[in-house]
């Protein structure tokens, strides 16, 4: 008997449970069925959340557990401070500090690796002006120059001295701007007009570009072919702080040059000069600009 009235208690208690478990699921049916537009379904995001799967922690992870992704490499790029963009630059105007910039114009060549090895041996930089069809030529050159720790700007191309239009100068500077890219991996808003004219589209077109416009204050016509002492002399003897030397490591044989380069640098050291690239040369005049600033009386 009370075996008996056990199972029926069983039984009628799982009926019981069943019943109830079948009724909580009516209601929530009822009212998706009574809601007759889609637009009234409450969007995903705003269910309760034990409707939701539980969220993995892995999903939004609290800052702290972040992983820091490495930071992305800043992109090489020469570039001067902002006064100088569009600018036409000489020489920099510094008296705190003697510095010097050269520079050499025509390569990438064969020849500037000995110039390159002149400046490392005396632990100095230089810029260097690229033609756009030698930095073709000769990639890998003007990848040493930019890994040396020197400066890369444009030149042009062709190197023409006539006058062009804006989609001649646009292609001169622009596919040289690529192929310093590609050769280098840098960016440069360096250029240097062939011939250093300021006429002809070219130092326009760069301008319109936010190029800085650069020129030089000392010019030793090593592109004559003059011997290496007298080339070495008009640098030495013309030498101020901030000035911009010209010289070329392209264009023919450079022999003169490098043997000049070779007495210039450790004699202008020897005088307490430093030798930087052309955007340094320009940070460092802007710096003194703002200290000379901020030491005026207010
Ligand atoms: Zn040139």
């Not at 609290?62 to 992983?67: E, G, K, L, V, Y």
């Amino acid at each position: 008997m009370n075996t008996k009235f056990t199972k029926q208690l069983a039984i009628k208690s799982i009926i019981f449970i069943g019943a109830i478990a079948l009724f909580s699921l009516f209601p929530k049916k009822t009212q998706t069925a009574s809601s007759n537009s889609l637009a009234q379904i409450p969007p995903f995001d705003n269910f309760p959340p034990k409707f939701l799967k539980p969220r993995k922690p892995q999903i939004q992870p609290s800052p702290a557990t972040t992983p820091t992704p490495n930071p992305p490499e800043q992109p090489l790029i020469f570039a001067p401070p902002a006064q100088f963009i569009r600018q036409i630059v000489y020489k920099a105007s510094i008296s705190n500090s003697k510095v010097i910039a050269l520079t050499f114009d025509d390569g990438p060549s064969p020849e500037t690796l000995k110039i390159l090895e002149v400046l490392q041996k005396h632990n100095a930089v230089a810029t260097f002006f690229c033609l756009g069809r030698n930095l073709r030529e000769y990639p890998e050159i003007a990848k040493k120059v930019v890994q040396a720790g020197n400066a890369i700007g444009n030149h042009t191309w062709h190197h023409y001295y006539h006058d062009v239009t804006e989609k001649t100068a646009s292609n001169e500077i622009d596919y040289t701007g690529i192929h310093i890219h590609r050769s280098t991996g840098a960016k440069s808003l360096l250029f240097r007009p062939p011939g250093g004219r300021l006429n002809n589209g070219f130092a326009d077109y760069a301008k319109k570009k936010n190029y800085v416009v650069v020129m030089w204050s000392i010019d030793p016509k090593d592109y004559q072919q003059l011997p290496a002492d007298t080339i070495a002399h008009t640098v030495i003897s013309q030498a101020t702080s901030g000035a911009i030397v010209l010289m070329h490591d392209g264009g023919g044989p450079r022999q003169q040059t490098v043997e000049a380069v070779s007495a210039i640098i450790p004699k202008l050291k020897q005088q307490g000069y430093s030798f930087v690239t052309v955007p340094q040369l320009l940070q460092l005049q802007a710096e003194e600009k703002q200290q000379n600033g901020d030491l005026k009386p207010k």
